[in-house]
Nanobody, 121 residues
Framework: QVQLVESGGGLVEAGGSLRLSCAAS??????MGWFRQAPGKEREFVAS??????YYADSVKGRFTISRDNAKNTVYLQMNSLKPEDTGVYYC??????????????????WGQGTQVTVSS
């Protein structure tokens, strides 16, 4: 049974940091990434490791870092200099087949349950 379990969300003041983790089990994934969804908005791409390379949304470049520990089948998202607009539910995503569309949510076939990140101003 495939499972993606996120952890590390919480409440933080603007300018603070959080580190999200996503532990995958059940199989090995080709690519893994993070998406987020703010209240009343559509789910949006945050970051991914595709083909071994990191990719970021423009809104988080220079502040967020994605990394992966293949031995633990875990992906991390280090979030620094957080802003209130980073608030939302963060979802871990993974896929088992190659796709160059790292920002396309439909290209990922497994999802975690989400973890809430709230940044206060």
């Amino acid at each position: 049974q495939v499972q993606l379990v996120e952890s590390g969300g919480g409440l933080v003041e603007a300018g603070g940091s959080l580190r999200l983790s996503c532990a995958a089990s059940g199989r090995t994934f080709m690519d893994m990434g993070w998406f987020r969804q703010a209240p009343g908005k559509e789910r949006e791409f945050v970051a991914s490791i595709t083909g071994g390379s990191p990719y970021y949304a423009d809104s988080v470049k220079g502040r967020f870092t994605i990394s992966r520990d293949n031995a633990k089948n875990t992906v991390y998202l280090q979030m620094n200099s957080l802003k209130p607009e980073d608030t939302g539910v963060y979802y871990c995503a993974s896929r088992t087949m190659f796709s160059p569309y790292y920002a396309l949510s439909g290209s990922y076939n497994y999802w975690g349950q989400g973890t809430q990140v709230t940044v206060s101003s």
